[in-house]
């Protein structure tokens, strides 16, 4: 809501204006507090970067260096769209849940626990470590793969997992058609998991070669 400021007379009884209050420069608005609708996305690395649009209303007076915070962090790029939409880049953070936090000239919205940064998740052993080329069932075991999206089995991607914890993954492993060797790579809000060395290998097998090694 915008106001007129007049200049007034108190020497009389009435209170007059002289002053014009044409034009927008005698005005003075009153802001509401800002709310939040969304944050999205609302998962990201622990490196920062992560561009997240904050949906909402009343962004007014937004400052552009700490009026958007993450844990009290503040956004290493924020923009003000419009006064219902901000763009903002995450900080650096840890791995956890943070408060997103918009101030403007009207007050400020928290929303609790409105941002979680995930670690690099790390892929330590595939468990078997041999399948026959049906596929079947393997337990990824590491470091923060909670939040898991997908796990490739070298150029196949699954999507579907039968458990999930922050060190382990239940997971089916895909066909193949003939006896290889894949890298299997997790990737989480953090990111991918590191394929270089053995320990995230998956060999496959043809049949009899499976029998023998299980007897």
Excluded: M
Aim: one cysteine or more; proline letters at 5%.
């Amino acid at each position: 809501t915008a106001y007129e400021i007049k200049e007034c007379d108190w020497s009389s009884d009435v209170c007059s204006s002289d002053l014009s209050t044409a034009g927008t420069g005698n005005d003075f608005r009153y802001v509401d507090a800002p709310t939040i609708t969304t944050i999205s996305p609302a998962v990201g690395p622990i490196a920062g970067g992560t561009p997240v649009t904050i949906t909402g209303t009343n962004f007014v007076g937004v400052d552009l260096t700490d009026g958007v915070t993450f844990g009290g962090a503040p956004a290493t790029s924020i923009v003000v769209v419009d006064e219902t939409t901000i763009t903002a880049t995450t900080p650096e953070l840890t791995i956890g849940e943070f408060d997103v936090v918009v101030t403007t000239t009207g007050g400020s919205a928290t929303v609790t626990d409105g941002f979680r940064a995930f670690g690099i998740p790390t892929v330590t052993s595939v468990s078997p470590a041999r399948l026959p080329l049906a596929g079947g069932t393997v337990t990824i075991t590491g470091s923060n793969l909670a939040g898991v999206t997908t796990v490739a089995f070298g150029a196949v991607d699954v999507t579907a997992f039968a458990t999930v914890t922050d060190t382990s993954i239940s997971v089916v492993a895909p066909a193949r058609l003939a006896a290889t060797t894949v890298d299997v790579k997790v990737t989480t809000p953090g990111g991918e998991s590191d394929t270089a060395g053995t320990t995230n290998d998956l060999r496959y097998v043809r049949s009899e070669e499976h029998t023998s090694e299980l007897q």
